[in-house]
């Protein structure tokens, strides 16, 4: 998720208070702060920018650390920042096989696309072992006052949050195929290819839920260990009001899009980028604020510590249309401004509370990650954060 | 001795999370921290200056694992802050010359989009094997016929002659198109049309041949489509998306999600030039091919105005990628959407033709 999230990994936390009245004395909040500014991240970013192309790609690494070490070095919690230490070798490393992986499967689903679901499956077993090594290198990589995070969760435990996205491939290779001699059935075989999109749109918040969980429950910093509170359920709660919310919107958005297109097509047709825009922004702006402050108010760390996010669905929605708006308006020009307000934004409203010492903790053992998982995870579009 | 400082720091040594506030001196050739529980003193080959970030804090490794925490105004008087990345730190300070190589870079790349990508796509594409490339026509005309075709109901001296004239225009073709089979279907939703299934097959809807009525203007639609055969389009087009896709996600990949919802445009623009030039390669191999035959080029044109006549919406001749063609006369027309259209328009199309017959 890069610049537009805190990564998660690097806030040692807590979950805040609970929202029932009868709360204990309020813990003193620690608030975490973004400090970097839209002219100095332009700079570097239109500098990122630059190299990347005129290397053909080689350098997307080096401008990844650079923009991660930025956005990192700015989040100040307690006086003191977080820092980001991804070697771009690793990562070049890591790149390099994603991009022949990827075009391995472009090219197989290509010309052999009755294989796609079979080759799907084939490479299931390695998703687990990519969502552990992305965990473990962010988490590795990831320091706070000279302590490095770090990440334990196991493959097994990945693979048992993972296992309902396999339901897409297998009902692709056992549902019936169409047949050509009987054409009444066909609209029962156009049924048939809702089904899967279905059963994945189901499953969708458990993984989601179980994965986070995983991320959270294995990680630590220092020696410390955190723990998340959350449940799948509340991970359901919030996609099924987002799916009615979509429902809604659709119906909204639709029907005035389909008056304005009935009175003056061309009027129309210009709006329908503005309003997948505010589409985008309104379901982006509630589903992250709300799983945001689920997984951060429960999230807790050894020694009393909670983290407390009161991020606002529709404060979210606004910064992210007009992010949008900015980013077409400007061809793109204007994405470090909307990067830079939005991790402002992401860090005003995210605080530590606790009373203990944040001179307590202590560092833990670490060892090197490749950066395979993480390239992997990006190339084949896996967005396993918030 | 010479000695600078003292500058305030923060010192943390690396086993647990306290945060020392510390003063450090430069002494000649030592480094020396003091601060309430810290007093320490370094050699300054032994102080690793990170390169600096913005106006983050600098890093300054020390042995051990212990860091010392340094504003860069400050630390400078101490230790030289490495110019980090040389380069990228040098650009970041030269916005405008910056700006410059972006503007050229940005033109090398319309020129690498416009000509390198088609270019690299056409010589990998020459070297794929016919018999890869049947297979997945064999699997696209069989997902056709299970959700959208029927048998044809043309009658069979109908198929016939019309596979005669298939063969004449075949018969003076050469490479890919020279091998490539006639398939008739009834299109349903798609109706009139006519589609190159890459590996060697062009399928003709039977509302298309109603339509044209005239056998030789179908003959003409059918040159249009072993135009695509031969320049081997169905490749080229998954190539060449396949190789932009990645660029951009190499360069986008820095990107994040959010500017990855708005990142899809360019590249759709970009595919339908692609598609825009083919249709304009078909275009020109058929009026050979028809010139080859003793006809005129003019034939294409009159079939592409009777097509854009009975749907307005969309023009003839789709590559099998391509959507099914919109139904209702009030759709915006080619025209109206320019850019976005996966085909030339058509007028230009037919005067292209009327052009070529002369």
């Known amino acids: 998720l890069s610049d537009l999230a805190l990564p998660s990994d690097e806030v040692p936390a807590q979950p805040a208070?609970?929202?029932?009245?009868?709360?204990?004395?309020?813990?003193?909040?620690q608030p975490f702060r973004f400090q970097g500014k839209a002219q100095e991240y332009f700079g570097i970013w239109i500098v990122n920018l630059l190299l990347t192309i005129v290397t053909l790609g080689l350098y997307s690494p080096w401008a990844k650390v650079r923009r991660k070490r930025y956005f990192y070095g700015n989040t100040w919690l307690a006086g003191s920042n977080f820092e980001y230490h991804g070697n771009p070798v690793a990562i070049l490393k890591g790149r390099l096989i994603?991009?022949?992986?990827?075009g391995a499967y472009t090219l197989v689903t290509h010309y052999w696309p009755r294989y796609g679901a079979l080759l799907l499956l084939a490479m299931a077993p390695a998703v687990p072992w990519l969502v552990v090594r992305t965990f473990a290198f962010n988490a590795v990589n990831s320091s706070y006052r000279n302590l490095r995070f770090g990440f334990r969760g196991r493959y097994r435990e990945a693979a048992r949050a993972l296992w309902p996205l396999l339901v897409g491939p297998v009902l692709a290779l056992v549902l019936p195929q169409a047949d050509p001699e009987h054409p009444a059935k066909r609209v029962a075989d156009m049924g048939i290819l809702l089904v899967a999109p279905g059963v994945l749109a189901l499953v969708y918040p458990y993984v989601l839920a179980k994965v986070q969980l995983l991320h959270l429950n294995r990680s630590r910093y220092g020696t410390a260990a955190m723990h998340c509170s959350a449940t799948v359920g509340q991970f359901y709660r919030i996609y099924i009001l987002a799916g009615i919310m979509f429902a809604g919107l659709v119906f909204i958005l639709g029907l005035l899009l389909g008056i304005l297109v009935a009175v003056t097509l061309g009027i129309g047709i210009a709006l329908v980028p503005l309003v997948y825009i505010v589409f985008v922004a309104l379901m982006m702006g509630y589903t992250r604020s709300r799983v945001g402050n689920l997984v951060f108010n429960a999230t807790a760390l050894d020694g009393g510590w909670r983290l407390r996010s009161t991020l606002k669905a529709r404060e979210l929605a606004n910064l992210y249309t007009v992010n949008l708006f900015a980013i077409v308006l400007t061809l793109g020009f204007m994405i470090p401004w909307a990067a830079v307000r939005t991790a402002r934004y992401r860090a005003e409203h995210l605080a530590l509370a606790g009373a203990g010492d944040l001179d307590a903790f202590a560092a833990g053992s670490e060892r090197e990650i490749g950066a395979a998982g993480e390239e992997m995870g990006e190339m084949f579009d896996v967005d396993l954060s918030l | 001795v010479t000695t600078a400082g003292p500058i305030a720091a923060d010192f943390f040594d690396g086993r647990s999370s306290a945060r020392h506030l510390v003063q450090a001196t430069r002494e000649g050739n030592l480094l020396r921290i003091a601060g309430a529980a810290v007093a320490l003193e370094v050699p300054v080959e032994h102080a690793n200056v990170q390169p600096r970030i913005g106006r983050t804090p600098v890093r300054v490794l020390l042995p051990g694992n212990a860091l010392l925490l340094a504003e860069a105004t400050e630390l400078e008087r101490l230790l030289p802050i490495p110019r980090s990345r040389g380069l990228a730190h040098r650009l970041e300070s030269h916005l405008g010359a910056v700006f410059a190589s972006l503007a050229g870079v940005v033109a090398a790349a319309w020129l690498f989009v416009q000509f390198g990508v088609p270019w690299a796509a056409r010589e990998i594409?020459?070297?794929?094997?016919?018999?890869?490339?049947?297979?997945?026509?064999?699997q696209s005309l069989n997902q056709l016929d299970g959700y959208v075709f029927s048998r044809s109901n043309l009658l069979p001296e109908r198929q016939a002659k019309l596979r005669a004239?298939?063969?004449?225009?075949?018969?003076?073709?050469?490479g890919?198109?020279?091998?490539?089979?006639?398939?008739?279907?009834?299109?349903?939703?798609?109706?009139?049309?006519?589609?190159?299934?890459?590996?060697g097959t062009v399928v003709a809807t039977d509302q298309l041949v109603v339509l044209l009525r005239d056998d030789e203007r179908v003959a003409a639609v059918l040159a249009h489509e072993l135009g695509h055969l031969e320049h081997r389009h169905g490749s080229r087009q998954i190539?060449?998306?396949?190789?932009i896709g990645l660029l951009s996600a190499a360069i986008a990949g820095d990107a994040s999600t959010l500017t990855t919802v708005v990142v899809g445009l360019p590249t759709m623009l970009i595919h339908s030039g692609y598609s825009r030039d083919f249709e304009r390669e078909a275009d020109r191999y058929a009026y050979g091919l028809l010139e080859a035959t003793q006809r005129s080029p003019r034939l294409l044109g009159e079939a592409l105005e009777q097509l854009?006549?009975?749907h307005p919406a969309r023009t003839s001749s789709c590559s099998p990628d391509d959507a099914p063609p919109q139904r209702k006369r009030h759709?915006?027309?080619?025209?109206?959407?320019?850019?976005l259209s996966t085909h030339p328009a058509t007028p230009e199309r037919i005067r292209d033709a009327e052009a070529a017959a002369r």
């Open chain 2, 239 to 243: 190539l060449q998306s396949s190789i």
């Open chain 2, 176 to 199: 890919a198109a020279a091998n490539a089979q006639l398939e008739f279907r009834d299109g349903g939703l798609i109706g009139a049309n006519a589609f190159a299934l890459p590996g």
């Open chain 1, 98 to 102: 994603a991009v022949v992986a990827f």
């Open chain 2, 331 to 339: 759709g915006p027309t080619a025209e109206d959407l320019g850019y």
């Open chain 2, 125 to 138: 594409a020459q070297r794929i094997p016919p018999e890869m490339e049947r297979d997945i026509a064999t």
């Open chain 2, 165 to 174: 004239l298939f063969a004449e225009l075949r018969g003076s073709a050469r």
């Open chain 1, 17 to 29: 208070l609970p929202a029932s009245s009868a709360a204990p004395p309020a813990a003193p909040l």
């Open chain 2, 308 to 310: 854009e006549n009975a």
